[in-house]
């Protein structure tokens, strides 16, 4: 079974700092993409930024600028700096991995992290 567990979300102003990780567990033999992914209330999920194992990145155009993606491959980690937060940040925030398990490649999701930014 794999687990992916996420924290650092909370409660910041407008124009303040968040940094959210996600450690992957379980039956996992290699990561590709990791990621985070966010969810407004009414609005569909979203990408947010994506990394490949050999740290190429993909941002988003709405945090491009403002937040950064990394990884950290021996710890299975993934981590989003969040920088400049605004209102408009505030959202559940959603890990997930792309990777090879002992007999497939599958999607999995984190259980979401609340992030929720005051004007």
């Known amino acids: 079974q794999v687990q992916l567990v996420e924290s650092g979300g909370g409660l910041v102003q407008a124009g303040g700092s968040l940094r959210l990780s996600c450690a992957v567990s379980?039956?996992?033999?290699?990561?590709?993409?990791m990621g985070w992914y966010r969810q407004a209330p009414g609005k569909q999920r979203e990408l947010v930024a994506t990394i490949t194992t050999g740290g190429s990145t993909n941002i988003a155009d709405s945090v491009k600028g403002r937040f950064t993606i990394s990884r950290d491959n021996a710890k299975r980690t993934v981590y989003l700096q969040m920088d400049s937060l605004k209102p408009e940040d505030t959202a559940v925030y959603y890990c997930?991995?792309?990777?090879?398990?002992?007999?497939?490649?599958?999607?999995?999701w984190g259980q979401g992290t609340q992030v929720t930014v005051s004007s």
């Open positions: 379980g039956s996992i033999l290699s990561i590709n993409l």
């Open positions: 997930h991995c792309d990777a090879w398990g002992p007999w497939s490649r599958d999607v999995h």
